[in-house]
């Protein structure tokens, strides 16, 4: 008999990057992103993982790039604004070719007008955010 699981698409998206094999998650607290941050905390110390909230946004994704550079799967997740703030290490991950999984639960507006609902106004930004000529995955 298969075993169902009733979720969230956060806590499905961190299940999912727990079994794609991330070890790594550095994070800081955003609607509607949160729950892919509790979910890692609660489930990367079980297989031997690591959790780590981070001070902003900025931080996140430096950690995640580090975390990448010593051989980790690493991830964040964050939504609008908080992508807006990642935008120079989304660049100098993509110059040096560092892999990393960035997830931007999207919102609606471009700030903390309508935090809880769901949008997809930030796929432009997702695509073209950041400074060169490179490829993104959006």
Not at 30 to 50: D, N, Q, S
Not at 65 to 77: N, P, Q, R, V
Not at 93 to 120: D, Y
Request: charged share 15%; net charge negative.
């Amino acid at each position: 008999m298969r075993e169902f699981m009733l979720l969230q698409g956060d806590e499905a998206c961190a299940l999912g990057a727990i079994k794609a094999g991330c070890r790594f998650f550095a994070g800081y607290p955003i609607t509607p992103a949160t729950e892919i941050a509790e979910t890692m905390a609660r489930e990367l110390p079980k297989i031997g993982g690591t959790f780590i909230q981070m001070e902003d946004e900025i931080a996140s994704a430096a950690a995640i790039i580090g975390a990448s550079l010593a051989g980790e799967k690493s991830m964040t997740a964050t939504s609008g604004p908080g992508f807006s703030l990642m935008q120079e290490a989304i660049g100098y991950a993509a110059m040096t070719e560092t892999p990393t999984v960035i997830v931007n639960v999207q919102r609606g507006g471009p700030s903390t007008g309508m935090p809880t609902k769901t949008a997809q106004g930030d796929i432009m930004q997702a695509r073209w955010g950041t400074h060169g000529d490179h490829q993104i995955i959006a």
